[in-house]
């Protein structure tokens, strides 16, 4: 080995150094976090809007419209107020060189649950800078853990929700990887005892909350054998705690067969994952129900929480004058305890997306539009309820 690849070496090791005490650190802090919000004992819940880029405004601003509609009488006196909070877009990250500016994070942290549009994530080629995805700076910042996915389609018997750990594995450090030499680049994953504790623990909670009797835990660990296979072993010694429901576990390589093998995708329920694997894999999932414009995702922490799309922010969709087609229905979540206007929700949209089917969302002139889609959300949730 000559010098110069000795000293890059040296200069790799120094920085995977300070990569590990910063990780180490974080590992620390999580576990001493105990307490989750409890939203019955707040005077007011901030709910946050962040339309972000592209097709972002767009979706968000109708959500808000029907989530204002479900909660009139909430808002009226106070508990529920909605604040607008811009700088999320990709022109704003550049200018500040940062995936989430400062004001713009103490924003955020000034409010409850978070409703956010998709945003743009530079990548190679594309002559952006290299920044951080939004998504990943918000749900490290904000302590994110949990990214919950579901799923449906009555006439396939699949009724699927994901539960991806958001704040480790790969993307955790996904942006201090090291180009070595000219001739060598590596990358990072990692995972905690408290990361993979914790989201294995969620996971079978809404199992067992849920009457849910399988969870399957998702990994490569076969391969992947230190990070992957920590993840497998405390998932496995969670599951032990909950002996109603069935734990088994499956490489994330046939897993992705097996959701389009009709004799065995009806038998998963819920699922438990790293990161990386679960992004990929709620969006073959989401393909079966009508395609990742359809789904939505609840980003859960003990303190805070934010709903998004998981799709991107469809550039394409603006450049071509289609942002008004875009489907709003995955923000259309509850997490705030008002469970009787969330089933109303669950009900009309699978009445709208699933029985009548009287309006449908392409994303092109061949469907309705968001705005169009949003009444007829409203309209059959008052149909509902006389």
Known sequence: MNEIDKKAIDEAVEKFRGLMETQLERAKRIKEDKEFTDYKNLDKIIIGICGGDGIGPIITKESQRVLEF??????????VEFKVID????????????????????????????????TTTPHQGDGM??????NVAMRKALDLFANMRPVKVPEEGIDWTFFRENTEGGYAVGSYGVNITDDLAVDFTVASEEGCERIARLAYEYARNNKKEKVSIITKANIIKTTDGKFLNIAKKVGEEYPEIITDDWF?????????????????????????????????????????????SANIGKKYAMFEAIHGSAPRMITEGRGKYADPCFMLLSH?????????????????????KKLTITGRDTGCTCEEFGNYVMDTITSMNK
Do not use: W
Not at 129 to 134: L, R, T, V
């Open 87 to 118: 700088g999320l877009t990709i022109e704003n990250r550049i200018k500040h060189l940062k995936a989430i500016p400062d004001d713009v994070l103490e924003e955020l942290k000034a409010c409850h649950v978070i409703l956010k549009g998709p």
């Open 70 to 79: 479900l909660l009139k009488d909430e808002v009226a006196s106070g508990k």
């Open 252 to 296: 994330i390589d046939i897993t992705t067969a097996k959701l389009i093998d009709p004799a065995r995708r009806k038998d998963f329920k819920v699922f438990v994952l790293p990161n990386l694997y679960g992004d990929i894999i709620t969006d073959e999932a989401a393909e079966f129900q009508g395609g990742v414009g359809t789904a939505g």
């Open 129 to 134: 800078p290299n920044i951080e995805s939004a």
């Open 336 to 356: 705030i305890g008002y469970q009787a206007q969330a089933d109303a929700l669950e009900k009309a949209l699978d009445k709208c997306m699933f029985e009548e």
